[in-house]
């Protein structure tokens, strides 16, 4: 059956399963220390535009959060998140297991205010008794976000500003950061990310790879130890070419780049299949991830042609449901869908 | 450079590739709730022989040792395990990490006695003051062990015996299982560890797979919530096809005992290549991984030709160093060794 | 000067401290094995109406609320608190340190509504995707709250039903319990309490002990090997008998009683002399605990005669602050709190 | 019954007691912030002297070895302890329980061989695989040790050189430093300790305190933030008086010395009982701690007598008790046990 429940339902993108075949056999040394890991990284600070900048490679999305949050906080600091943010909600207490709070704040389409993180924080260090408390040692932010939704740049700048002037790091969450890059309307480079976040990763899972996420530490933030660190989380692959020839081929010849492009152009159709047809969007997301009023009726109808995803209850009438467009995405898909729309 | 440096060097098994490949673009739902983790974990009991038995994926050797450890000891309970253990030296403190003590035991070829295993146990209980002490919960082996050593059916069935006797669980390391499997004296099947452990894991990553390993529980052992356990370690892949596809086909058509013959008919070559031009062994290894000591200019030499890994220093003069076969050596690469030797 | 900042500005009620010295050459064993240990069981076990209770005694408050937390719950199991709990704001994290999540909810006059107990829990088994969220395992109430409300009987019964029917444990923090069982206006008893929780504590450092808490587990629920799991935690007391002596006194003759009785009919007197004078109060409490919303200049007045607790910000010109009495406040004090009012 | 259990087996020094009772109305400020706890501080700085101490209080030795240890080491790190020493068996795992590997070395009478130290320290350097080990951050020894034996000044100094060079920090645990510093034989002053130890507390539970040991933290090496930390450790008494009065008490005319002076002179005529009357001593102790080795029917008939603790199985017909003086032994309870040995 057609599916667009999610990003992560196809295996690897073409070139990525090719490079594995070509450099198969090749005697490489583990744990990361091969010569693809070592392109890869250089081909990422290129990317990023920032040659001090250092890379290093995870498995899977919560392991990186657990891990940079872990690794980067003190352990009398929390993460301060949106209510919604992916640490929050969807990670079974992967930080909290490891010891550290998430300090929830509201979320406005999905995203963290500035204003509300300044004022938490003035807040707590304006509390006589803020040493019975946990310290804000952090600032999480998913870009995209959960909702499919964007920060700018001016936001960015906002919240590396606030960052700064009490002593918290600025993570940001790329796990599906192809498709904001590549979103209509973002105004934010990979750039930008490097310049305001002392942290953040970029996707690969979601993003034509089998596996694998690429943390950047900008500033000399990274940890110190960090491989023994990695390894003591239960996160070191001993095959690290695996996550090195992957990502040196999506930065050869930008194609994570193309793979962005390729989900946002199809999402966009999409979306205005959607809008076209009368359907209502709970959201108004411009990346790979399209959020949907529907009716129950229409929807149990709907499920019978196409996979999506349950997001949550609308009222009792509706439902939201999320439709997804990855780097396999094709347009006779999106035409089968239009058709059962 | 040619390297018997270790069963990981290389990327993975034709025959996975390829199996990739064919399935790349079929949509797939999931966290290993794909048809093909399915069919996989069907094979691994068929070939355990042990119906009951339920199967897990996860991604490496020390994120499975530190999840199966975590999640099947209570709190107050430690680990037994050899001095040598993989759990005791080589992985970064991950089990002390998640709170549980590695309860160190002398080894004998890399092996625990069962006679040090109960008389610790029973020294433990005999102790008036053992609530203020490390409950033993569980006994770690590993087969083959880090010296590439092997249990007999019979030392499995004893530490078996004294595990059920004071209420612990036997848990064993398969990394290397598949050249354990297929050693020329080894009379210990898959069958006979599903029998005598309660958890244990058969390797794919040092077994021709580009990464995971099948965690085997028997008994009805397998923790509650254990899927929600492993995503709060940071250990659920998203893409859990890359898992399924590898291991189900590992186990078509015994491409598993395949790999391990092929590699442990190589290691016999070699071995006899060290004694036949007067090479000293450490240890009496017959898997994979083989033990020679080497006069430290020799050694000098040899690294000049050919990459071998260091283990230990033997004495001022003399170095331990490790040489391995895997799934891709080949005997063109025998031949070469020979002639370096 | 005159300090109504807390109830733990005193030291020991003094039959208490007469005890400790009646019975301090006394050679007793050690780590809560002692004779006083078990007299205060049995007498606390008498008071609470069940017989099948089992009592523990541990330190202090956060120490408690750790210990009972982490040992109660499973691994992915977090517990349910008001925003206002005491494990959500004021214990630096104590309940994350150890893994576990504090999921919040928000508070009403400082208590959790039932109907939000039940929504969440029932959202959370309805969302498909709860195997990769914190499990809600327990609910957390303090009684009396920490804005000095209490529960009604009925919203005990109301809980403990809804904790059954989701497979949670209801605990009840009594870190000032000897206040709420003596409020004018409670129809909660101690028996009662037993009844509905499956673990609660009866404060001793806030109603008159030195230090000291007690722990009732009812209906067998009492982690095994809870005094090694004490012991791991850092909170066992070589001379147990400290806590023993103290909670053996506080339970005869119903000393326990007694202190909340002397504590309410003066914390009775003080909101009337605050409602005399005009002052509004915060929050309408009937335990020992009043919040009083001052104008700031007033404040700093108030300030240079007497001690009181900031509690938070009301509005750019008004504060809360808070009074409390105690097992040590005297009918003379309170005249001259009343004379500088 | 006469009693040589430990030295924990009575309550608390008189003058602390008379203490305790003088100040117990005084209103004072929560958490370690009175004036008592400033003034004791103060006192123990004189005491080692070293102005530049940090001085924190804390609740009991587990605790105490527990926070100190996971406060000051980096995660990857762990703790180089002998084999016998109090945090490798008699803490029911307390510091692997926060993360930290326990680095087990041979004990030879109790102590660390400062040789062994260093010869570990350099193998784990010398190991090209070390970032896949646990890196050793500290070394624990206990003085006295659990053996009653003590460290010379020479040896003190070694270990504090050997730690100097490889960047760990030397943590004494002084749980009965009140005996090891009145030993006939010693030649290590507190200033000594001082000296050469980055961080060691100074006991107060088994020297006549109801509960309570002083960390001493010298170099500027307290861990920031420390108070938040031991909250979330669960170990901040709100009455911290009760740890202020305690310490103040004790280091007031010398009442430390004083304890351990009586302890050792009576310690010293129990040991030439135990000599004169034919017993043999398991180990040379000169502290207040004795080691007896008795025929097991000796044993049972003199454990109608006196109670003493058991130690370990010595062979089939002989067993190790202990026989513990305290700062409230009297010369009679000594008559009493010179007529049943």
Known sequence: MLSFESDYVEG????????????????LSGYGTDPYCESAKEKIKAACGCKDAEVEFLVGGTQTNQIVIDTMLAPYEGVIAATSGHVSVHEAGAIEFLGHKVLELPQKNGKLCVEDVRK?????????????????????????????????????????????????RLYLDGARLAFGLKATDT?????????????????????????GEAVVFTGG????????????????????????????????????????EHAISLAVRMKEMFLQKGYKLFI??????????????????????????????????????????????????LEKLDSVL
Chains 1, 2, 3, 4 share one sequence.
């Open 221 to 260: 933030c990274k940890p110190k130890h960090f491989i023994t660190r990695v390894k003591q989380h239960g996160g070191l692959l001993a095959k690290g070419r695996l996550l090195g020839v992957q990502f040196d081929t999506l930065f050869t010849d930008d194609l994570y780049g193309k793979i962005g």
């Open 120 to 168: 938490f924080t003035e807040t707590f260090y304006a509390d006589g008794n803020h040493e019975h408390m946990v310290f804000p040692g952090m600032v999480y932010i998913s870009h995209p976000t959960e909702f499919g939704t964007l920060y700018t740049k001016e936001e960015l700048a906002q919240l590396s500003a606030v960052c700064k002037e009490f002593g918290m």
């Open 187 to 211: 105004d934010v480079t990979l750039t930008d990310i490097a310049k305001y976040c002392d942290v953040f990763y970029i996707g690969g899972t979601k993003a034509g790879a089998l596996c």
């Open 12 to 27: 690897a993108h073409e070139q990525i399963l090719k490079r594995l075949m070509e450099t198969n056999l090749e005697q």
């Open 284 to 333: 108004d997301s411009t990346t790979n991830q399209q959020f949907v009023i529907l009716e129950n009726k229409k929807m149990e109808e709907l499920a019978k042609e196409v996979r999506f995803s349950f997001w949550e209850k609308y009222d009792d009438e509706h439902t939201v449901v999320r439709f997804a467009t990855s780097f396999a995405t094709t347009e006779e898909a």
